[in-house]
């Protein structure tokens, strides 16, 4: 059986493909003396039941995990769950999958046909969450599918992997504040999402987050290649409730904001 530290690090490898800040972030933060704690990796999917979210949860809990909450962005068409490990050093995993029933029949014929071209043995494989596009896209149907949904046109091109992995603004030592991280990443050079706020959350949430935009990568197509945005870097940080424990969920308002980081400009 694989282990874990063998999941998590082909999901790294398969993100960091995609991921063009993050080299560069892990580099700045090491010369400042930081060591990187991983808060959340996240995940897409069809409602498909041959790849749905419970399809895609099962390398997870296979190792470990338990399904927390659950979330539902009405706008965007997404139902989400998120899981944590016994160990709770354990990066959180948030799995969302789009409702596809709600998008016209030609939006719904076209994922069917994506789904169906996934040989029998993909669904049960440990490394699903890493594979990859397991399925022939044109451009075209990629931009019909993007005319409804930003998150399907991307799901459709990059497939299983991460869209974002997630650093933990509590483990980081010299800042302040998640704002005086996003000020250093800007003086970088990184470019921030801004959709809701640079900083999506407040203490009184009980979290705060902020992502770099996906930057610009080539994606091959089976008509050529053609250049979408690829995945992000999150950073997030937390805050005690009453008892002092770290809040360890999510707030629909901000993910819904933080999906956004993948859209086209």
């Known amino acids: 059986m694989h282990t874990l530290p063998e999941l998590f690090d082909v999901l790294w490898q398969a993100y960091v493909e995609l991921c063009p800040d993050a ?9 400042r003396g930081e060591t990187v704690v991983n808060d959340h990796i996240a995940l897409r999917t069809f409602d498909d039941p041959r790849i749905g979210l419970d399809v895609l949860a099962a390398a997870f ?3 470990g ?9 009405e ?23 789009l409702c596809t029933s709600a998008f016209s029949d030609a939006f719904q014929a076209r994922v069917r046909g994506l789904v169906d071209q996934l040989p029998a043995n993909i669904p049960g ?22 005319a409804e949904s930003e998150y399907a046109a991307w799901l459709a091109a990059v497939g299983f992997r991460p869209n974002h992995f997630t650093i933990s603004v509590n483990a980081l030592t010299s800042f302040a504040s998640l704002s ?25 949430d009980r979290l705060e987050q902020s992502s770099t935009l996906a930057g610009e990568i080539v ?26 424990r770290l809040f360890s969920g999510f707030v629909p308002g901000s993910a819904n904001k933080i999906f956004e980081s993948t859209d086209r400009c």
């Open 65 to 73: 995990y338990e399904p927390k909450q659950e979330y539902r962005f």
């Open 61 to 63: 809990t296979a190792q």
């Open 23 to 31: 080299a560069p972030i892990h580099a700045l933060l090491a010369a």
């Open 125 to 146: 494989r440990w490394d699903l969450p890493a594979l990859g596009r397991p399925w022939d896209l044109s451009y075209d149907e990629h931009e019909a599918l993007r």
């Open 219 to 244: 994606v091959s197509f089976s008509d050529g290649p053609h250049t979408i945005p690829g995945c992000y870097y999150e950073f997030a940080r937390r805050y005690p409730d009453a008892s002092g």
């Open 180 to 204: 005086e991280l996003n000020e250093f990443l800007e003086a970088n050079g990184f470019a921030l999402n801004a959709s809701g706020g640079k900083i999506k959350g407040t203490p009184e």
């Open 75 to 97: 706008d965007k068409h997404l139902f989400a769950r998120h899981f944590e490990h016994g160990d709770a050093g354990q990066p959180k995993i948030f799995i969302s999958e």
